[in-house]
């Protein structure tokens, strides 16, 4: 069993920032792919960001400059600083974690980026 627990969501102006943080426990080995996904109301989840274990990370065309991803191998935990918040970046962020052939998820922290 590996649990996924998000925390660092809320209500931010636009303009602001945010920083999430997930941490991974459980039946941990290895960990591959860290990641963040975002759903907004009415659209299908999406990828925000990712970070493999050797450091190396992708972001989607609308957040890059905007979010930096990052990771603690010791602590199992990912992270998603987010700046210049957008009220279209408002979506449930999932953690995602990729390990030993599965993607396993959180269940999502709100972020809500009012204009």
């Known amino acids: 069993q590996v649990q996924l627990v998000e925390s660092g969501g809320g209500l931010v102006q636009a303009g602001g920032s945010l920083r999430l943080s997930c941490a991974a426990s459980g039946s941990i080995f290895r960990i591959n792919t860290m990641g963040w996904h975002r759903q907004a109301p009415g659209k299908q989840r999406e990828m925000v960001a990712s970070?493999?274990?050797?450091?190396?990370?992708n972001y989607a065309d609308n957040v890059k400059g905007r979010f930096t991803i990052s990771r603690e191998n010791a602590k199992n935990t990912v992270y998603l600083q987010m700046n210049s918040l957008k009220p279209e970046d408002t979506a449930v962020y999932y953690c995602?974690?990729?390990?030993?052939?599965?993607?396993?998820w959180g269940k999502g922290t709100l972020v809500t980026v009012s204009s």
């Open positions: 970070v493999t274990s050797n450091g190396s990370t």
């Open positions: 995602n974690v990729f390990m030993k052939g599965l993607n396993y």
